[in-house]
């Protein structure tokens, strides 16, 4: 129960504040997505609600919305360049997207650095990412989202609801998370 209610009260009180909630849930993820989020470490919701929307830009200025991704299965992931965790699954979750995004997968971070631009725009370049990273410096999305700790990744369905949620640094790329994204893929 704690660990649904960590997971649904934020999002409750988004909504409260003006957040994008819908106006009712889907059903719980089927056993065997459950099982597929539990190989990643992830915890589900009881109740699956909308991830909020939102609009911001890449480090070169150009526009990302996450209904830009409705349809794929969507890693939402949350960091920091200061952040080491945040760093150390960087390749991890470069492995998956080059691995899935031809399948229907989206690794997306969103970075939270505020008025670090360079320091972005140079991390990304170093490391060679090639998935979509875009910037909240307002800190907007993170508060909606509910981040208050780093890293922390969302699994969003293709339908735009909640599947799973992970505080912390994970081996996205391992031989059981890989199969995880692959039963999560072909799920319905």
């Given at each position: 129960?704690?660990?649904?209610?960590?997971?649904?009260?934020?999002?409750?009180?988004?909504?409260?504040?003006?957040?994008?909630?819908?106006?009712?849930?889907g059903?719980?993820?089927?056993?065997?997505?459950?099982?597929?989020?539990?190989?990643?470490?992830?915890?589900?919701?009881?109740e699956?609600?909308?991830?909020?929307?939102?609009?911001?830009?890449t480090p070169?200025?150009?526009?990302?919305?996450?209904?830009?991704?409705?349809?794929?299965?969507?890693v939402?992931?949350?960091?920091?360049t200061?952040c080491?965790?945040?760093?150390?699954?960087?390749?991890?979750?470069e492995?998956v997207?080059?691995t899935y995004?031809?399948?229907?997968?989206?690794?997306?971070a969103?970075?939270?650095?505020?008025?670090?631009?360079?320091?972005?725009?140079?991390?990304?370049?170093r490391r060679g990412?090639?998935?979509p990273?875009?910037?909240?410096p307002?800190?907007e999305?993170?508060?909606?989202?509910?981040?208050?700790?780093?890293?922390?990744?969302?699994l969003?369905?293709?339908?735009?609801?909640?599947m799973?949620?992970?505080?912390?640094?994970?081996?996205?790329?391992?031989?059981?998370?890989?199969?995880?994204f692959?039963?999560?893929l072909?799920?319905?």
């Open positions: 129960m704690n660990r649904l209610l960590r997971m649904i009260l934020p999002l409750l009180v988004v909504g409260a504040l003006g957040g994008a909630l819908p106006a009712a849930a059903p719980a993820p089927p056993e065997n997505v459950s099982g597929a989020l539990a190989s990643l470490g992830m915890s589900a919701p009881r699956r609600l909308s991830a909020p929307e939102f609009r911001l830009f070169d200025g150009a526009e990302g919305r996450l209904a830009d991704y409705r349809g794929k299965l969507v939402l992931n949350f960091w920091a200061w080491g965790p945040c760093v150390t699954e960087m390749p991890a979750l492995a997207w080059n995004r031809e399948a229907g997968l989206v690794v997306l969103i970075n939270v650095d505020r008025g670090r631009l360079k320091a972005v725009r140079q991390f990304v370049a990412l090639s998935f990273v875009l910037l909240d307002t800190g999305t993170r508060k909606g989202y509910e981040v208050a700790a780093l890293p922390v990744t969302y969003i369905g293709r339908d735009g609801r909640f799973g949620k992970s505080l912390g640094a994970r081996e996205w790329n391992g031989a059981a998370q890989m199969a995880a692959e039963s999560l072909a799920a319905p």
